[in-house]
């Protein structure tokens, strides 16, 4: 127990140390994935897919291989701005996917309908973060305006009833995180295992279209990653609050 005491206020003592390696490292990684991730897009969008289906062809048909009906595959503006929308129903596919032939357009095609397959057949992680959703927009709208107010209220009064609020506010947040995590891997086990089962690859594009969607996850993962050290800034800083008061 003395050793917990005296590592938490070693953590307490030195807060202003623990945000800026929260800051830089958090920023440092997402710079890294999404720098990554870009690698990745430009070099297997290069990459002709087995079949040379473009990302609509292989979108289309594994809808229809999971008894799809009523989703929807569009093109829309934008690069990398690829998702399946629940409440529209439709796979929204950017342009460079939407009419590509290449591996990473089958790839990501094939990820969005996964998530299409996960509604079809109401996979747990998704609806628990579909029910999360209202919740954490609430909390993503209005978290920074209530830590903010619950600062200036703990510098002025002490009081740490506002910044308590705009830590559980935070937490839903990273919790809504980290329960995409699973949704997004699930998404792309459920695309690579489609287009390896179907023909639609072969030993090479098949690694090649591995590689890709890892390349999107780890932009999830470092996102939860992000958001947990931020929050524990923030623990940090109400102990420090509650301590003083």
């Known amino acids: 127990m003395d050793y917990y005491d005296t590592g938490l206020d070693f953590l307490l003592q030195n807060s202003s140390a623990v945000y800026w390696i929260v800051f830089i490292g958090s920023a440092a990684l997402c710079w890294f994935v999404q720098w990554n991730l870009k690698r990745k ?45 629940p409440t529209t129903h439709q796979i929204n596919l950017s342009e460079d996917v939407y009419n590509s032939n290449s591996i990473m357009a089958e790839a990501v095609a094939a990820h969005e309908c996964g998530h ?19 919740t954490v927009s609430f909390a993503s709208k209005w978290m920074q305006w209530v830590l903010l107010g619950g600062m200036i209220m703990v510098s002025c009064t002490g009081n740490t ?3 308590t609020i705009g830590v559980i506010l935070f937490s ?61 800034y923030y623990i940090l800083m109400l102990l420090q609050a509650n301590r003083r008061s």
Do not use: C
């Open 41 to 85: 897009f430009e070099k297997y969008s290069k990459v002709l897919g087995f079949r040379g289906l473009t990302g609509r062809e292989v979108a289309e048909r594994m809808l229809a291989d999971h008894g799809i009906t009523d989703v929807q595959v569009v093109s829309i503006a934008g690069h990398l701005t690829d998702h399946y929308d």
């Open 116 to 134: 299409a397959v996960q509604h079809a057949v109401a996979y747990g992680p998704l609806e628990l973060r579909s029910k999360l959703v209202p």
């Open 161 to 163: 009833i506002v910044l």
């Open 172 to 232: 839903l947040t990273t919790l809504f995180a980290f329960v995409t995590l699973p949704v997004e891997v699930n998404a792309s086990q459920r695309a690579v295992e489609w287009l390896n089962n179907r023909g639609y690859t072969d030993s090479t594009t098949l690694d090649a279209a591995k590689d890709a969607l890892h390349a999107a996850a780890y932009t999830y993962v470092a996102a939860a990653l992000s958001s947990l050290g931020t929050l524990f």
